[in-house]
Nanobody, 124 residues
Framework: VQLQASGGGLVQAGGSLRLSCVAS????????MGWFRQAPGKEREFIAT????????NYADSVKGRFTISRDNTKNTVYLQMNSLKPEDKAVYYC??????????????????WGQGTQVTVSS
């Protein structure tokens, strides 16, 4: 299974972006999925996670109310809608999958599949 993230780019503060992550393979619908980000010189940071069915989500406090994670299992895709972007949201964003669990988790170490990352830059 491979994960391909896209949708990053340059946006002004207050703007929006939608990231997508497409998974190859037939078992995507059984995986919990997550989004993480990493800024230069900083540790990887949890952003959002969603259960296999999409019925349960969780967010980091820093993005709660601004970002929304969702998934379409018919398209093997997970999304991250990012609104009201701030300069501090600038980072490389990674999608990740828990291939052995359908339960959401904020712990990056529990994810065993990772996408290549997509750059998000927010100008002030």
């Amino acid at each position: 299974v491979q994960l391909q993230a896209s949708g990053g780019g340059l946006v002004q503060a207050g703007g929006s972006l939608r990231l997508s992550c497409v998974a190859s393979g037939r078992t995507f619908s059984t995986y919990a999925m997550g989004w993480f980000r990493q800024a230069p010189g900083k540790e990887r940071e949890f952003i959002a996670t969603i259960s296999w069915s999409g019925g349960s989500t969780n967010y980091a406090d820093s993005v709660k109310g601004r970002f929304t994670i969702s998934r379409d299992n018919t398209k093997n895709t997970v999304y991250l809608q990012m609104n009201s972007l701030k300069p501090e949201d600038k980072a490389v964003y990674y999608c990740a999958a828990r291939s052995r669990s359908g339960s959401r988790s904020p712990d990056w170490a529990s994810y065993d599949l990772w996408g290549q990352g997509t750059q998000v830059t927010v100008s002030s």
